[in-house]
């Protein structure tokens, strides 16, 4: 099993940036399609975006197209969130999980997930 752990959340003012990492032990990550969820307090678990084993492929949610870049270095077995012109209905944990099969908008086609890391937006 692979073990991911997330950083880089923080507090930032809107319109800034932060950058997501999640990196892996116990297996490598490029063996790995990796997704982003973030969850909001009172929320339910949101799909952010999706990277292929490769980074061939990239998905991202409506609501942060042309904000959120999800890229990958193997090398460094490690899965990055860039996040510009942050707003902040941002503000939630975000967290990284390993695809396991299905549909790759749902939490639950993923099975290793890291502990998330707090990202708070003011206004």
């Known amino acids: 099993q692979v073990q991911l752990v997330e950083s880089g959340g923080g507090l930032v003012q809107a319109g800034g940036s932060l950058r997501l990492s999640c990196a892996a032990s116990g297996r490598t990550l490029s063996s790995y399609n990796i997704g982003w969820f973030r969850q909001a307090p009172g929320k339910e678990r949101e799909f952010v975006a999706h990277?292929?084993?490769?980074?061939?492929?990239?998905y991202g949610a409506d609501s942060v197209k042309g904000r959120f870049t999800i890229s990958r270095d193997n090398a460094k077995n490690t899965v990055y969130l860039q996040m510009n012109s942050l707003k902040p209905e941002d503000t939630a944990v975000y967290s990284c999980a390993s695809w396991n099969s299905g549909n790759i908008y749902r939490s639950t086609s993923y099975d290793y997930w890291g502990q998330g890391t707090q990202v708070t937006v003011s206004s």
């Open positions: 990277i292929s084993w490769s980074g061939g492929s990239t």
